[in-house]
């Protein structure tokens, strides 16, 4: 089942933060970010396994609140290499087995200067 | 080396012809995907190799038809499509396959399709 992202698209200007939510209707075993710059492939940003973790890389971090069921991810003082479309993608029930990464819609980031 | 290549960057067919996407990656990973992409849209899962075995097919039409030689190649065989089927087609591939997490998954750069 496609997980659920917002907002849909965003400016920010240089410097400023955003965040964007992920969340699924389903128990989630792990949750997935991804950058896909405008005519590029999909770039893996991190991965959150279950149990309400957090990440981060350099101005990028996400959460996981399992209970909920969503994710999110922070952007803080963002950067114009910043811009393009971020992907969450969700994984449910992995433990018995493969199940299929689904991607959610996308949110629309740009930065401008 | 941690790239997946694709080839043929375009491709342009018409809904007669026979055409193959190849996709190669040399990471040792035990898993490799075929994802469509239409414009604005996400990556769709079309098919799932694990060891080399297909292991999820995502009831993608018939006239698509994978085929994974060896732990290092992945073809996409393309016959009688349709110009809806016009789309990014995405190789990836990831480290793990089986139970747990697929983990990262790496992509190519994609073969874009055009269905005349």
């Known amino acids: 089942q496609q997980p659920v992202q917002s907002p849909q698209a965003v400016i920010l200007r240089e410097g400023e933060d955003a965040v964007i939510n992920c969340s699924s209707s389903?128990?989630?075993?792990?949750v997935h970010w991804y950058r896909q710059k405008h005519g590029e492939a999909p770039v893996f940003l991190m991965i959150?396994?279950?149990?309400?973790e957090q990440k981060g890389h350099e101005k990028i971090s996400a959460s996981f609140n399992e209970k909920k069921q969503q994710s999110s991810l922070y952007l803080t003082a963002s950067q114009l290499s910043y811009s393009g479309t971020y992907f969450c993608?969700?994984?449910?029930?992995?433990?018995?087995?493969?199940?299929?990464?689904?991607f959610g819609k996308g949110t629309r980031l740009s930065v401008i200067a | 080396d941690t790239e997946v290549t694709q080839t043929p960057k375009h491709l342009v067919m018409g809904m007669t012809n026979k055409k193959s996407l190849k996709c190669e990656q040399h990471?040792?990973?035990?898993?490799m995907y075929w994802y469509k992409q239409k414009a604005k849209k996400p990556p769709e899962l079309m098919f799932v190799?694990?060891?080399?075995?297909?292991?999820i097919n995502e009831s993608v039409p018939s006239r698509f038809s994978p085929e994974c030689p060896n732990s290092s190649l992945l073809n996409l065989h393309l016959h009688a499509l349709q110009p809806e089927d016009s789309a990014l087609y995405l190789c990836?591939?990831?480290?793990?396959?089986?139970?747990?997490?697929?983990?990262?998954?790496?992509f190519g750069e994609g073969s874009r399709l055009t269905v005349l």
């Open positions: 990836a591939s990831s480290q793990k396959a089986g139970t747990g997490t697929v983990g990262e998954l790496f």
């Open positions: 389903k128990a989630l075993y792990s």
């Open positions: 959150l396994l279950k149990g309400g």
């Open positions: 993608g969700t994984e449910c029930g992995a433990e018995k087995g493969n199940t299929p990464l689904v």
């Open positions: 990471m040792g990973h035990r898993a």
């Open positions: 190799y694990s060891y080399e075995k297909l292991s």
